[in-house]
């Protein structure tokens, strides 16, 4: 054990983390920056009442940083049992996030808002929660990472890193989904 913890580095790799989050940043960005020029092009915005499937897995994802926080905290005072729990929690709370929003988009499409239409700007809600999505299933990796190394013999350097980790893209996750619900809330 003392080996490794003399061996291993994190700063890379967290480095790398950081670095798929200032790239996730920008191209979600990209995305919104793309849609206030459309917008102001057709001079109309996406014009739907948004599903409250939204707003619900809104109060879901901010929910999971909270688990995944005292999860961290758990960690730190090295009671394995509750953040195992709260790990677990945290990623529950994931899946029936992206359930609610395959639910959103059951809604959307029940009245007539599809993917493929007449409108882009509601095509934009899909692709940008789409990617979101995609986002989440990354996040629920990396917290499945920190799980499995609460079940392991590993050393606590090691499980702080995975947690660390999980922490940083899965909070990102959640302040980048609260901005995206804000930013199709007030571009209707």
């Known amino acids: 054990m003392e080996k490794f913890q003399d061996t291993f580095d994190p700063k890379p790799r967290k480095f790398i983390v950081w670095l798929f989050v200032v790239t996730s940043t920008i191209m979600f960005a990209g995305f919104t920056s793309y849609y206030l020029v459309f917008a102001a092009s057709k001079g109309k915005g996406h014009g739907l009442v948004l599903p409250d499937a939204f707003i619900y897995s809104s109060i879901v994802i901010i929910a999971s940083s909270i688990t995944l926080f005292l999860a961290a905290k758990a960690l730190k005072k090295l009671n394995f049992g509750l953040q195992r729990n709260l790990l677990w929690v945290t990623v529950i709370l994931a899946i029936v996030f992206g359930v609610m929003q395959f639910n959103a ?12 239409g007449n ?3 509601i095509s934009f809600i899909y692709v940008v929660s789409g990617m979101h999505l995609l986002h989440i299933i990354a996040g629920v990796g990396l917290i499945i990472s920190a799980l ?14 995975r947690m660390e980790i999980a922490s940083i893209f899965w909070h990102f996750i959640d302040i980048l989904w609260i901005y995206l619900y804000v930013f199709l809330l007030l571009n209707r």
């Not at 499995?148 to 890193?161: L, R, V």
């Open 119 to 121: 409108n882009a700007a």
């Open 105 to 116: 988009w059951g809604s959307m499409v029940r009245t007539g808002a599809t993917l493929v």
């Open 148 to 161: 499995a190394g609460s079940y392991k013999n590993i050393p606590t350097a090691k499980s702080q890193y």
